[in-house]
């Protein structure tokens, strides 16, 4: 017991002083090393002298009891007695187990790996395997074959001579490599030994300089936790430790002026004799108990406490942070207390900021609606009315000033687009298309565009093609040539009896494959360099002298970077005053083979592209609910080859369409008892033969949102009213087109596009009796809106009246009244208008018409007289 005693003394004193724990380290290894080598010696001995001596010892008798057998026979042939054959059997015997346990035991495997060797053994084997039959005869057998025997016996004698031999090599080898092997692992093991002795060395040193850095280290730790004590102190955050016991360590200075409670009456009082907050002292209660529900953990009570009480009874907001301290003195509670007031009054100054400026965004989209519907209408009405008068018989001064009134007109337009283009940009809610287009007729449509205003210049309008390969590409060529139109008049305007030049370059492969180059290079007055990036800032114009020898908005260049990033594509310039600019846009463009150039041609801006017309004839199902859109609708489709069947509404559409298979379904969207949309609805989820036939939307309503919702509910494509024999026939060439433009000039009094091709299709006779039909629809509605009645049930009966006129007016190219009866009917459905603007289109929707009406009856004539002179 008392060495028992002695050894636990020694163990505490090492756990507790470093020196005596690295000695004893040291020590304790080199006694293990020690007795590592002791053993290998032992275990090395004990083999040779086990082993080795008994596979020598064996291999010798061999020879010997081979002399044996020798004399046995010999003695066998002079007195073949049975004594003398015992004796001989005997000796074999022996013989033949001794080459037995040479040919079996383990201890021989390494000899019969060597050639010679098992040679010998072999040749052994053999001579056993002929005499045992020998000498298992009969005595006159035997004796009769013992001169054989002897023979044998001596000519095999040789071969265990030579196994002794070979053994003895062998065994020699195998001790001088057991004697090499030994050396080594013995200088291995000092080698261990001493790398070993002196990492404890240099550990015991280390550990000594740790030791020396612990008390450092002990002095910096109390120097941290004073100034831990002065960072406390100063916080603005409460900070509060309760220890095991219930007992507050710590209250600084900060929860002193939060809750209102003097530091020294609360620093070692218990917790229940504290006026803390209620709710706090429960969360620290429940942490002490150690309570294992996952609801009652730090971070879930303190997520519970979102007030706090003063000790004046006063509640405050606050942010709790609350911990466990595992110590070997015991479980402690750390809490920290954030007066969050201050963060809500700026939060509530955020939002109330965010408010302002989403009142300010919503201000802006309405003002953008205001310019889109208030301003760009009259816009396109004043352009259209410009070109009406300018065909008619003018002075010259009268002439000079409607071109000047056109121009001016045309200059605003561009400039409204150009606000709204932008601010569709930034919201999103516009995308490129990818159409098959060749860039060269690109850049000579842009050319063509240009020519004129270079010339009025003496600039010199050019095209480089600096690529020599296909210009067949898939893309937006119209936002190409927007962005080109831009840039070339931008250079024109900054540049006086100079050249512009339009380089079109296009990637290798490996070297940018799929980009396309198009650079616009001028000879002009340049950019200085602080300027490059500012033009490309909305409302930025370099020249803002009082001269303003260039006329712009500085929004062109904005809205052609918005463009080419919308396009994945990016736009530069590099500039020197004096030196010229070059405009660089490159554009990710998908490269199409030989075989699509025929899909490359880009319609010319300054027209639609011809019509197509189907090969075949349709049976087509229209739904309308307006007898006039319904008869030149059905017209236009039976003089193109097609059958029609007709549907009054959406119900009987749908009864129609379930009748019977049709080719594609006309389907207007504001029709009673059922509007198209549910109509489709009903037959995409129907089992009738027309689930999957195309349904194309003839509608006034324009707007991407109500032609999104109109493809959600199951429609193929929209045709967007009024509705031309042109467009008609390319919607139903392609039938899963998105949607089918509306006519081009939808400001202009007369839309002269589909009201020739009504002409065409009717003659002219009809459309005359139509336009008297329609004529008194406009007085009745006329009629109507002028003695309204205030309920809502005449409101919205005058609301789907003005919607049917609409679409009859539309059909007949009178788009300027459209847009009247348009505007009328949102204020009748949505009731947003006051009366003031009710009764203010009523002079000028009937003035409009009588204009629209006499350009009407003007075509009419010209037509009857065009028909005269071919007759």
Request: charged residues 25%.
């Amino acid at each position: 017991m008392g060495f028992v005693w002695r050894m636990a003394r020694f163990v505490r004193a090492c756990f507790h002083n470093v020196t005596l724990w690295a000695a004893s380290v040291v020590i304790l290894c080199a006694l293990v090393i020690a007795f590592l080598i002791q053993s290998v010696v032992l275990d090395l001995e004990q083999h040779r002298s086990a082993v080795e001596d008994r596979v020598l010892w064996n291999i010798s008798q061999s020879e010997v009891e081979m002399t044996t057998l020798q004399l046995a026979i010999a003695n066998s042939m002079k007195t073949p007695d049975a004594a003398r054959l015992t004796q001989l059997r005997r000796a074999f015997d022996i013989f033949y187990a001794r080459v037995s346990t040479v040919e079996e035991g383990t201890g021989f495997a390494d000899l019969r790996k060597d050639p010679q060797f098992a040679l010998g053994l072999a040749q052994a084997r053999k001579y056993v395997a002929t005499a045992v039959r020998l000498i298992d005869s009969p005595n006159e057998d035997l004796i009769a074959s013992l001169p054989a025997l002897e023979i044998m016996t001596e000519e095999v004698r040789r071969y265990v001579r030579q196994m002794s031999l070979d053994t003895v090599r062998n065994r020699t080898v195998f001790a001088d490599g057991i004697r090499a092997q030994l050396v080594t692992t013995l200088l291995r093991l000092g080698g261990f030994a001493v790398l070993l002795i002196a990492a404890l060395l240099l550990s015991t040193l280390f550990v000594l300089r740790l030791s020396r850095s612990a008390d450092q280290r002990a002095q910096r730790i109390g120097e941290t936790n004073s100034r831990i004590e002065e960072i406390l102190s100063r916080t603005n955050r409460a900070v509060i430790t309760v220890d095991n016991q219930g007992a507050v360590l710590d209250f600084n200075l900060a929860a002193e002026g939060m809750f209102g409670l003097p530091r020294g009456e609360v620093l070692g009082r218990a917790l229940g004799q504290v006026p803390l907050d209620p709710g706090i002292k429960r969360a620290i209660g429940r942490l002490l108990s150690g309570s294992p529900d996952p609801d009652e953990t730090g971070e879930a009570l303190a997520e519970s406490l979102k007030y706090a009480t003063r000790a004046d009874g006063s509640q405050f907001p606050v942010e709790v942070s609350m911990s466990v301290i595992e110590s070997p003195a015991g479980r402690s509670v750390l809490v920290w207390v954030t007066d969050i007031t201050p963060r809500l009054r700026r939060e509530q100054q955020l939002n109330e900021a965010l408010e302002r400026a989403v009142a300010g965004e919503t201000a802006k989209a309405r003002m953008l609606n205001v310019m889109s519907h208030e301003v760009r209408t009259p816009l396109n009405g004043l352009i259209g009315a410009l070109q009406v008068l300018d065909d008619t018989i003018l002075t010259a001064r009268q002439r000079k000033i409607v071109g000047t009134m056109n121009t001016s007109s045309e200059i605003l337009l561009n400039h409204v687009n150009s606000v709204l283009e932008i601010s569709q940009i930034d919201a999103g809610n516009l995308s490129s298309a990818h159409e098959p287009f060749d860039l060269k007729e690109v850049a000579q449509q842009v050319v063509e565009n240009q020519i004129h205003a270079a010339r009025s210049r003496e600039n010199v309008l050019v095209i480089d093609d600096m690529s020599g390969m296909t210009m067949q590409f898939l893309g937006d060529a119209k936002r190409i040539r927007q962005i080109l139109i831009n840039l070339v008049s931008n250079a024109n305007k900054f540049t006086q009896a100079g050249e512009i030049r339009i380089r079109l370059r296009t990637g290798e492969v490996g070297d940018e494959a799929g980009l396309a180059r198009i650079e616009v290079c001028d000879t002009g007055m340049g950019i200085a360099e602080e300027n490059l990036e500012r033009i490309f800032e909305d409302f930025v114009t370099i020249d803002t002298s009082y001269e303003r020898r260039t006329e712009g908005t500085g929004l062109g260049l904005g809205l052609c970077r918005r463009l080419a990033a919308m396009m994945d594509g990016t736009l530069t310039v590099e500039s020197e005053i004096g030196q010229g600019s070059v405009f660089r846009l490159t554009l990710p463009l998908v490269p199409l083979g030989p075989e699509s150039a025929s899909l490359g041609a880009v319609p010319s801006p300054e027209g639609p592209a011809a019509p197509q017309v189907l090969p075949r004839s349709l049976k087509v199902l229209l739904a309308e609910d307006n007898p006039i859109n319904m008869e030149i609708l059905s017209d236009m489709l039976t003089s193109d080859g097609h059958r029609v069947y007709c549907a009054r509404d959406g119900q009987e559409a749908v009864e129609r369409a379930q009748a019977r298979a049709f080719d594609v379904i006309l389907m207007d969207i504001s029709m009673p008892r059922q509007n198209g949309v549910e109509a489709t609805k009903l037959i995409r989820e129907g089992d009738g033969p027309c689930k999957q036939v195309p349904i194309l939307a003839v509608t006034a309503h324009a707007q991407q949102s109500e032609i999104d919702k109109f493809l959600r509910a199951g429609m193929t494509a929209t045709i967007v009213k009024p509705v031309s024999r042109a467009r008609l026939r390319q919607a139903l060439a392609s039938p899963d087109i998105l949607s089918v433009p509306g006519p081009k000039d939808r400001g202009a009094l007369v839309d002269r596009d589909t009201l020739t091709d009504l002409i065409d299709a009717l003659g002219p006779e009809r459309v005359t009796r139509l336009v008297t039909e329609v004529d008194a629809a406009v007085a009745r509605f006329a009629d109507a809106l002028a003695g309204r009645a205030t309920e809502r049930a005449v409101a919205d009966g005058l609301s789907e009246e003005a919607h049917k006129l609409a679409g009859a007016v539309a059909l007949v190219g009178a788009a300027a009244v459209r847009e009247h009866l348009v505007a009328l009917e949102h204020l009748l459905a949505g009731a947003d208008g006051g009366e003031a603007e009710l009764h203010a289109h009523d002079p000028a929707l009937v003035a409009t018409w009588q204009a629209t009406k006499a350009a009407i009856t003007e075509t009419l004539g010209q037509a009857d007289q065009l028909r005269a002179m071919r007759a």
